[in-house]
T-cell receptor, first 116, second 111 residues
Framework: GAGVSQSPSNKVTEKGKDVELRCDPI?????LYWYRQSLGQGLEFLIY????????KSGLPSDRFSAERTGGSVSTLTIQRTQQEDSAVYLC??????????????FGPGTRLTVL | GQQVMQIPQYQHVQEGEDFTTYCNSS?????IQWYKQRPGGHPVFLIQ?????EVKKQKRLTFQFGEAKKNSSLHITATQTTDVGTYFC???????????FGTGTRLQVTL
């Protein structure tokens, strides 16, 4: 594809429900990152994938958050039992570099999650 | 853990004025990247600096990496309304597996 895509673009859910956010990275990009951005704030790192494995999950805020990546491509971020403080824009980025972090990251448009 | 701070948090300038944002890391960095995020948009890569003391230019933008590789700056000459957005630095510490993004500087430019 032309760029990183994410779906849905907007998600409104009720407190306590589970949500799944999807990221389609640029074809051939081995590294994939999830970030969270609250309104007017910076980027909070959540998790990093190299291929299908996640060497760094240190940013996941709680055990309600999980992520997986299959086929070295699509990734899903799952939030269980959503809370109002989970409301934010969830950004996905991908990169070609085999070694983490050292190359340009291409960001998707994000999923805006609102928990009522 | 590694922290990356940016100052100022916000700056409002008149079109044609210069602008500078400063990025400071608590640890030595192997490289630093800069991103721009337009209002309502997503971060877009601008540049990467790797060498101590490195200076790179992109038209009206000048990027510097400090000699100690713990700080960086972005200077915009003669700002335009198209420069509006939030500028983030992002640093990679030596053995880290991920970039640490700075707190960002929001730039507002008015006519």
């Amino acid at each position: 594809g032309a760029g990183v895509s994410q779906s849905p673009s907007n998600k409104v859910t009720e407190k306590g429900k589970d949500v799944e956010l999807r990221c389609d990275p640029i074809s051939g990009h081995t590294a994939l990152y999830w970030y969270r951005q609250s309104l007017g704030q910076g980027l909070e790192f959540l998790i990093y994938f190299q291929g299908n494995s996640a060497p760094d999950k240190s940013g996941l805020p709680s055990d309600r958050f999980s992520a997986e990546r299959t086929g070295g491509s699509v990734s899903t971020l799952t939030i269980q039992r959503t809370q109002q403080e989970d409301s934010a824009v969830y950004l996905c980025a991908s990169s070609t570099r085999r070694l983490a972090g050292g190359d340009e990251q291409f960001f998707g448009p994000g999923t805006r999650l609102t928990v009522l | 853990g590694q922290q990356v701070m940016q100052i100022p948090q916000y700056q409002h300038v008149q079109e044609g004025e210069d602008f500078t944002t400063y990025c400071n890391s608590s640890t030595t960095l192997s490289n630093i990247q800069w991103y721009k995020q337009r209002p309502g948009g997503h971060p877009v890569f601008l540049i990467q600096l790797v060498k101590s003391g490195e200076v790179k230019k992109q038209k009206r933008l000048t990027f510097q990496f400090g000699e100690a590789k713990k700080n960086s700056s972005l200077h915009i000459t003669a700002t335009q309304t198209t420069d509006v957005g939030t500028y983030f630095c992002a640093g990679l510490a030596g053995t880290a597996s991920k970039l640490t993004f700075g707190t960002g500087t929001r730039l507002q430019v008015t006519l």
